[in-house]
Structures are given as structure tokens and as C-alpha cells.
């Protein structure tokens, strides 16, 4: 059984609604099982507890979390029970939503309560699928009418869609849909988005990379859209032109495992096979390490601007430039690069910008 826990979060009245429908008509069809964890805070504050009833808003965001996490736990027990080869199960809206209405030090305490931390919280959905509010680009249809615990007004509507963004930049796949569509478009772009993830028809990664400047660290930091997160990547044997990594990804003792597998499609396409790891496992696969590659060590700052996601990795070895990547569901998409990053050329199809190469370094 193949199950697939994915997030769809969004500002207020960003079409959150209409999307779970059309996602269980679309991946319904495809042969899915497909399961939805209700939005929490809807549940809470329309049978009485609420921020304004509770002591304290971080009291109430508490008791969300730990429902969230409870409901999540239960639809994957029972996922495994069902006679079903693909389970994808939908959360509407998810753990780090929470992080968007708290302090840091309040979502800190938060984290502990439920005896985890935000790495994992984050990083416990395969993907992330992100609805920017009507109030963004499409402020004649903003509405509250149809959402009695919706009530934000239109400014506040917006500022709460870029805290929401900013709450889960550092995902691995974090995908932003906005209004520069129809209201059908953003729909049809979101199902296209999951079905690409997914790997329907195949996991094709398609991945664009640039050598740019080494950046300024403090303006990254310093965005409230951009995220640190420590990578080491090892290379592991291969009986064929596959190429074989395990990942530990996470920030201040905190991790995640991963392992990968990557098989070239074309030049900008391949196909990749990721799964979650315990720390068991990848401790397991590090005693087939491949060693004639070093591990790769680098800090991945995680931005998010104009609704796309950058990937600027930092290694040590270099002091004057770096990379940036970005995963994109269509070839021809146009690349928006904040003025910060001073690209100096693309090395999408630059074997000596590889990372398998760079581990030779």
C-alpha cells in the first residue's frame, strides 16, 4: 500500500472548499482512495472554543494541535486497514497553520506539548499545496459569508496569507498557487500540481538550477518568507546508472531522513523516488555508503517570492557563489528571481554543478 499525506492551507476565502471536491473527483478516477481530514479550527470554534473563549489564543492553538495531530493519526490507522493499493490522505490545513497566530516562543512551547518540534510538525506531510486568498489579486470574490469562523477582513485577510506562507517555508515541496488565473484556472493548476507530484502518469522531477552570487545572508535571515535548514547528503552504491542518496534535512538537532533515488530522463527531467526514512533505517543504508563521494554538507535557505520556491544551498567549500533551484510542474514556466540573487548563468544541465560531482570535490 502506497500512502500520501499532503497538506492544502491557504489564506481566508482562497478556494479551499471547491479544491477538496475536485481532488476527490480527479485522484478518484486515477484509482485513489481518497481521504479528508477537516479543517480543525472550523470544527473547534463552531462548537465553542475558540481564541476569544479559551484563556489565551496559544491555549487555543494547543487544543488545535493536538486534535490535528490525533485526527491525522486515526485517518492513518485507518488507511492501512483498507483494501486499497493508493491512499491519499487530504489534510485541510495543517499542524504548521498554527504557527501563523502565535509567537515564536508561544509556537515553541506549543511544539513541546505535543512532544515534538517544528521540523518534524512540518515535515511529517509528503507535500504542501498552498491557495493564496481572493483577497490577493482577486478581491472581488473575497467573501466571508460562506465560513461563519471566517472573519478576517480584506487586509487582514492578505497579511495572514503571507504568515501562512511564511509558516511552512522549509517544506521540501512547498507549491504556491495564486490568483493570476481564473478561479477555474487556480483549481485546474492545483490539480495539476498534485497529479505532478504524485507521479501521474510518472514522478517526473522537472528542476531548473542557477550559479548565482554568494547572497546576502543577513537579508535572507532576515525575511520573514525564507527558511534555514541543515542538509548532509551521501551518495550511496549502485548497481546501475541510478543514482542512490540518503538525506538527513532539519535544523538545531531536530531531523528527518529521506532516501532518494533519481533515474535521467532528459536534461531537466528525471524521475525521482523519494521515501521517509527512521533514523534506524538511515543509519542502516550509511553502512552502504558510496566511498568515493564525500558527503555533500550544505545550509539550504528555503524562499518564497512572487508564489515561487527557491532553494539556495550554501556549501563551504565556496565563499564567493552558490545554487539555486527550483522544481516546477511545466518546462516553460517563467522564473521570477528576486533582485538579491544575481544569477550568473544556468547550470541545469551542468554536470560540474551536480552535487554527485561536487562530492568528489
Known amino acids: 500500500m502506497e500512502i500520501t499525506k499532503i497538506v492544502i492551507t491557504g489564506g481566508p476565502c482562497a478556494g479551499k472548499s471547491t479544491a477538496m471536491s475536485r481532488i476527490q473527483e480527479e485522484f478518484g478516477e486515477l484509482g485513489y482512495t481518497v481521504l479528508f481530514v477537516p479543517e480543525t479550527a472550523t470544527e473547534l ?41 493508493k491512499v491519499l490522505i487530504v489534510c ?86 495564486d490568483n493570476s488565473v481564473t478561479f477555474e484556472g487556480k483549481i485546474k493548476r492545483l490539480i495539476a500540481e498534485i497529479a505532478a507530484f504524485l507521479g501521474e502518469p510518472e514522478p517526473y522531477e522537472i528542476e531548473r538550477k542557477y550559479l548565482i552570487e554568494y547572497p546576502d545572508i543577513d537579508w535572507l535571515e532576515a525575511n520573514p518568507t525564507c527558511q534555514r535548514i541543515e542538509i548532509i547528503q551521501t551518495y550511496l552504491k549502485s548497481q546501475s546508472d541510478d543514482e542512490l542518496r540518503v538525506r538527513q534535512r532539519g535544523i538545531n538537532g531536530n531531523y ?49 517570492y512572487e508564489n515561487q520556491y527557491f532553494e539556495i544551498d550554501i556549501y563551504p567549500f565556496w565563499n564567493d557563489k552558490a545554487i539555486v533551484e527550483l522544481e516546477l510542474s511545466d518546462e516553460n514556466t517563467q522564473i521570477t528571481f528576486p533582485k538579491q540573487l544575481k544569477v550568473i548563468k544556468e547550470v541545469t544541465d551542468d554536470e560540474n554543478y551536480k552535487n554527485s560531482f561536487l562530492a568528489n570535490k
Open 45 to 85: 470554534i463552531t462548537g465553542g472554543v475558540a481564541p476569544w473563549t479559551c484563556g489565551t489564543v496559544a491555549e487555543y492553538q494547543i487544543c488545535l494541535l493536538k486534535l490535528q495531530l490525533k485526527k491525522e493519526k486515526i485517518f492513518e490507522e485507518a488507511a492501512r486497514t483498507m483494501d486499497a493499493e
Open 92 to 177: 485541510d490545513r495543517g499542524a504548521l497553520d498554527s504557527k501563523a497566530y502565535m509567537k515564536p516562543q508561544e509556537f515553541y512551547e506549543a511544539a513541546k506539548a505535543v512532544d515534538s518540534n517544528e521540523v518534524e510538525l512540518r515535515d511529517n506531510y509528503d507535500a504542501v499545496f498552498h491557495l493564496v486568498t481572493a483577497a490577493k489579486g482577486a478581491a472581488e470574490f473575497y467573501t466571508t459569508d460562506n465560513n461563519s469562523a471566517r472573519t478576517e477582513n480584506i487586509e487582514q485577510a492578505i497579511a495572514l496569507d503571507e504568515k501562512l506562507i511564511s509558516a511552512w517555508t522549509g517544506h521540501p515541496h512547498l507549491r504556491v498557487i
Open 256 to 304: 528527518i531522513y529521506f532516501q532518494t533515488i533519481k533515474r535521467k530522463v532528459n536534461d531537466v527531467k528525471r524521475v525521482e523516488i523519494e521515501r521517509r526514512l527512521s533514523k534506524e533505517e538511515y543509519l542502516e543504508l550509511l553502512m552502504d555508503v558510496d566511498t568515493t563521494k564525500r558527503p555533500i554538507r550544505k545550509t539550504r535557505y528555503c524562499l518564497t
